[in-house]
């Protein structure tokens, strides 16, 4: 099973900033089947990058992903005060299970 | 436009059953495997199942294994999850998914699990 470790758990930023999330994987994930998902409270999650760097449709081009192998980062290059939320990262490469990260906390500062 | 839609969740004791139901809808069903998530209340998300597209193989968590079946029927579009002896942490919202080339998620099925 695929480990996925995302880092930091919190992050606190200002509008405005750029916002850097890493998601470090136990094992080579396979066809970079890597993606990103933006959760709010009381909603699903809402995916947002996958393929590790294909955006989904109508995510803004703010977000974008990129790495392959074991280390992937999403970037968010200008924050939104609606961007404040927790991202998860989930491996889907190969055979399940398709791993999640324990998710990053993205916090107003 | 590809919809997923859960049904069948509510509250349950420890030890009984429920059955989720995912709707499928705007693509070829058949054609793609199909994938359970669940999210535990304050709690991560957890991958808890996946079936192929024919049925052939199917997929479990370690901590659902034994306990819960998934099945489809592509004749009616439909993914279901068959949830026996459950427990106190089985409470969670429960997510169907699948990937066409982007993943698509349902809007989740509330499980409570309590006596």
């Known amino acids: 099973e695929i480990v996925l470790t995302q880092s930091p758990g919190t992050l606190s930023l200002s509008p405005g900033e750029r916002a850097t999330l890493s998601c470090r994987a136990s094992?080579?994930?396979?066809?970079?089947?890597l993606a990103w998902y933006q959760q709010k409270p009381g909603q699903a999650p809402r995916v947002l990058i996958y393929?590790?760097?294909s955006r989904a449709t109508g995510i803004p081009d703010r977000f974008s992903g990129s790495g392959s192998g074991t280390d992937f980062t999403l970037t968010i290059s200008r924050l939104e005060p609606e961007d404040f939320a927790v991202y998860y990262c989930?491996?889907?490469?190969?055979?399940?299970?398709?791993?999640f990260g324990q998710g990053t906390k993205l916090e107003i500062k | 436009e590809v919809q997923l839609l859960e049904s069948g969740g509510g509250l349950v004791q420890p030890g009984g059953s429920l059955r989720l139901s995912c709707a499928a809808s705007g693509f070829t069903f058949s054609n793609y495997a199909m994938t359970w998530v669940r999210q535990a209340p304050g709690k991560g998300l957890e991958w808890v199942s996946a079936i192929s597209g024919g049925s052939s193989s199917t997929y479990y968590a370690d901590s659902v294994k034994g306990r819960f079946t998934i099945s489809r029927d592509n004749s009616k579009n439909t993914l279901n999850l068959q949830m026996n002896s459950l427990r106190v942490e089985d409470t969670a919202v429960y997510y169907c998914?699948?990937?066409?080339?982007?993943?698509?998620w349902g809007q989740g099925a509330l499980v409570t699990v309590s006596s």
């Open positions: 094992q080579s994930v396979s066809s970079s089947y």
């Open positions: 393929g590790a760097s």
């Open positions: 998914a699948t990937r066409i080339t982007m993943i698509y």
């Open positions: 989930q491996q889907y490469g190969g055979s399940p299970p398709h791993t």
